[in-house]
């Protein structure tokens, strides 16, 4: 028995990087930490990837581990090859997963604990170290287990004591593969191990963790460090020297998995590289030939940290005595916001294209918002290849996702939100090999064609919703089916869906729709109940006006307007068949959300006095969430009152005591990296809102900030005159940009395409900047005339 391929130690490039790391500074990279929200329902997976790759190799554990692994004390069952980050459904892939042991007792083969429960161990305190790229943990079983990866493979060093921790036994390591996943999903599955070569291959039918359907993923796995002496499978509890297994059912009521045993290693070392693949095993152990075609564990871990340092290179920072805190959380945001959605080009087996293929926009609800808004602007190149992979979703099943992940449609929450992603990129002149009259195409479906089940895409309710103006709150789209929850939320959704396809469609010169769809957009004003009250614990808020649910005959419904705030009263504000009129939020909140036309809002509510009481009110109360994405552009919406201060004064109210750099550093779910999209985008002053060219100017959280373009090569700096490091000059006195005085409190994406400098001076109280009417960024809606002056 030989080995398959060997291992090469190249210890010369260990000390140089080593040695360099040691003469500089700390660097974006090293500032990066992978663990901020791994405990505490953040669900991060801490794991080893490549910016969007197929490949995430990570620990998992039996406990909460939608990405895998947490930093608590729960047993580690196994090491699996790929992962989703930050989600809030039931744990996501996780196929495959391998476990070593350092023997068994007596040196007899069925004396191992086979199923992930009886083998799951727990890890040695302070074990963990993991930088992007790389992971490492060890158990107590004394063996380290390291890894890093490629775009497809999973690359695994482990390390063994010199003494077994197994009774009796001598060091003879056993890995172990499981046909199973982290959600216990699989039906049908099966392993062939070759007595020849040491190779494992398998393959497995599993489902998605948050949509409907199944998928079936392929691995292939080599072994080298030691000979073998021995494999075979193992189902239930026994292992066995047969060279396959076919299993069907659940993991729980038949486990299985393939083995495979080794003489004791000279270095102590064993690696496995497991290629994966949703075509073939052919293809998994070609994607591993391919990219790892020598055994060489330290040059792969490199090679993936160089191209992170790549990648965030684009972003200097000038800290300014900025804290470690803030930095570590900043970076590590930007970081999170390029592990999804993931690369699967050439991986698809559903339909042949040319086009690139994206997997994991899980859920596009959460990150149109903010994540793909940051990759506009840092990496161009990847968002266009996500919207091009968006534009032949729809061309290849009918519509454009709302959520999607291991070739699976996934769940809609609200609205269609991928129109928000493609005219946000519209608007921004992403171009290249954009077919953008498909696009306006897959718009135009989600806003006029109602699906069969439109749980899974589009929009329901589409009659309702062009006879009556609103989604009613008894209505029946017979013969389709889905969800008859969330008619608030999904009324202003949809409203702005409409919008932005408004917006592009007087872009493409259209405006026969263009004025259809901005009629459209404002039918959140149809469920504006004005003379609607709320209390909270029996006592006024003072504050009247707020959404309400209606029925088709135009009577009011109710919802008290506090109901399904997170930290109030929240019951059955989900996805469910008894869920409410709003969707993880209140109406209070939902009275908020009217992006494209604030000031009407604002001149709804009663004026900019009484619309930023209540926004103060909404924050400051309770009823405000961060942790939920909706919550992100509440932070800006002083700027359309004029007092852009006040936007700048919350920032540092959730930053840092919402996101910071603990391991419980983030306030919900990251959301395929969500969370650190808010974070990245609101420290360096540019939020976002997100389907118009408009970014809020607050003072970034470090004295300077650039931003290279990857499309024009020019670099946009935000510099902050008298900067204050504890964040108390947080108020703007004046701006220029590019030299000249600059008195508008928004900038457009020009500034970051064309490059410049845009300089902040600051102050310790409000001022008089970005305060006119004429400062704040525009109103496009349907309502008054003002919109029409004032157009961009
Ligand atoms: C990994 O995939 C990316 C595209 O997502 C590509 O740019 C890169 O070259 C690939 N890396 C390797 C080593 O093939
Ligand atoms: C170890 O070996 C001794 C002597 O052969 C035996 O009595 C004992 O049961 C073994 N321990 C285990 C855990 O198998
Ligand atoms: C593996 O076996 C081959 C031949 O059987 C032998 O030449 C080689 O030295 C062995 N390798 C190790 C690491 O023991
Ligand atoms: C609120 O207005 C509705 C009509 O819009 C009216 O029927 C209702 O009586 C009013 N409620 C209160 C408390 O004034
Ligand atoms: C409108 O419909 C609702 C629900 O069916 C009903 O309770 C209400 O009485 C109706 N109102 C009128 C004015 O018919
Ligand atoms: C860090 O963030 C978490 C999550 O939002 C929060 O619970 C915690 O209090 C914060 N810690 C500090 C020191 O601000
Ligand atoms: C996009 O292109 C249009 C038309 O060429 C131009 O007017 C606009 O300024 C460009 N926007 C950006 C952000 O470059």
Not at 97 to 124: M, Q
Not at 284 to 292: D, F, G, H, L
């Amino acid at each position: 028995m030989g080995i398959l391929w060997r291992t090469i130690l190249p210890l010369f490039a260990y000390f140089i990087t080593q040695t360099i790391a040691q003469a500089q500074q700390k660097t974006p990279f090293d500032y990066v930490d992978p663990l901020i929200g791994t405990t505490n329902g953040g669900h991060v997976f801490p794991g080893a990837t490549l910016p969007f790759g197929m490949a995430k190799a990570g620990p998992d554990v039996i406990g909460e581990n939608q990405g895998g692994f947490a930093s608590d004390n729960s047993p580690i069952y196994g090491f699996s090859h790929m992962h989703d980050s930050g989600t809030g459904g039931s744990p996501s892939l996780g196929n495959f997963p391998i476990f070593p042991f350092t023997s068994c007792d007596n040196n007899n083969i069925n004396n191992c604990r086979f199923s992930k429960y009886s083998r799951a161990t727990r890890r040695v305190p302070g074990s963990v170290k993991a930088h992007p790229g790389y992971f490492a943990i060890t158990l107590e079983s004394q063996i380290q287990t390291e890894m890093t990866v490629t775009n497809h493979t999973a690359f695994y060093r482990f390390t063994f004591p010199e003494k077994p921790v197994e009774a009796n036994s001598t060091l003879r390591p056993v890995v172990i593969v499981d046909l199973d996943d982290l959600p216990n999903t699989r039906s049908d599955g099966n392993i062939q191990v070759n007595a020849q070569t040491g190779r494992i291959t398998g393959n497995a039918v599993f489902s998605p963790s948050f949509g409907s359907g199944n998928y079936r993923s392929y691995f292939c796995a080599d072994f080298a460090g030691a000979n073998f002496t021995n494999l075979g499978i193992y189902s239930g509890s026994r292992a066995r020297s047969d060279l396959s297994v076919n299993v069907k059912g659940r993991y729980n009521a038949n486990p299985a998995g393939g083995w495979i045993q080794f003489n004791a290693p000279a270095s102590k070392e064993i690696v496995v590289r497991v290629g994966m693949s949703f075509i073939s095993e052919v293809q998994a152990c070609s994607n591993a030939e391919k990219e790892i075609p020598q055994g060489d564990f330290l040059s792969i871990r490199l090679r993936a940290e160089q191209v992170w340092r790549d990648k965030l290179s684009v972003i200097e920072v000038k800290p300014g005595g900025a804290s470690e805190d803030l930095m570590t959380s900043f970076w590590s945001g930007v970081y999170r916001s390029m592990i999804s959605p993931q690369d699967y080009t050439g991986e698809n087996p559903l339909w042949t294209s040319d086009e690139p293929y994206y997997d994991s926009f899980y859920c596009i609800w959460d990150s149109f918002r903010s994540i793909h808004p940051l990759l506009t602007l840092l990496d161009p190149h990847s968002q266009t290849l996500m919207v091009r992979s968006l534009i032949d979703i729809y061309r290849h099943e009918g519509k454009l996702p709302d959520c999607r992940m291991s070739l699976c449609k996934g769940f809609t929450q609200g609205g269609s939100n991928a129109d928000v992603v493609l005219v946000d990129a519209y608007l921004k002149n992403l171009t290249t090999g954009i077919d953008w009259r498909t696009g306006y195409l897959a718009l135009i479906s989600d806003a006029e064609i109602e699906p069969p089940n439109w749980d899974l895409e589009g929009r329901g309710g589409l009659d309702s919703w062009k006879r009556t103006g609103y989604i009613p709150l008894d209505d029946d789209d017979d013969p389709n089916t889905g969800t008859h929850t969330r008619s608030i939320s999904r009324t202003v959704e949809y409203a702005y869906n409409d919008f932005c396809i408004a917006q592009m469609a007087k872009g493409i010169g259209n405006m026969g729709d263009y004025t259809k769809y901005l009629q459209r957009s404002g039918n959140w004003r149809n469920l504006y109940k004005p003379n609607q009250t709320s209390s909270i614990y029996a006592q006024d808020t003072g504050f009247v006006g707020f959404l309400q649910p209606r029925y088709k005959n135009g009577t009011w419904g109710y919802q008290d307007p506090i109901f399904c705030s997170p930290l109030l009263e929240f019951t059955s504000c989900y996805l469910n068949p008894e869920g409410h009129e709003t969707y993880e939020g209140s109406a209070w909140l939902y009275t908020f959300f009217v992006p494209g036309d604030m000031e009407t809002l604002i001149r709804t509510l009663g004026g900019r006095d009484s619309f930023v009481k209540r926004l103060d009110f909404f924050h400051e109360s309770g009823l405000l969430y961060i942790g939920d994405e909706q919550g992100f552009l509440k932070v800006f919406l002083y700027h359309y009152a004029g007092r852009p201060g006040l936007s700048a004064l919350r920032t540092h109210f959730y930053i840092p005591s919402q996101f910071n750099s603990t391991v419980s550093g983030i306030p919900g779910n990251d959301d395929s990296g969500a969370m650190g999209s808010f974070q990245a985008l609101t420290m360096m002053g540019i939020f976002p809102n997100a389907g118009q060219d408009v970014y809020f100017i607050t003072p970034p959280f470090f004295e300077e900030v650039s931003i290279l373009n990857q499309q024009t090569g020019r670099k946009a700096t935000i510099r902050n005159v008298n900067f204050d490091p504890t964040g108390k000059n947080v108020f703007i006195q004046s701006a220029r940009l590019n030299g000249k005085e600059y008195n508008k409190n928004w900038l457009t994406h020009s500034f970051f395409m064309g490059g410049g400098v845009l300089e902040l001076v600051l102050g310790s109280s409000e001022s008089k900047w970005g305060t006119r009417t004429e400062d704040v960024p525009p109103s496009l809606g349907p309502f008054g005339d003002r919109k029409v002056r004032r157009r961009m």
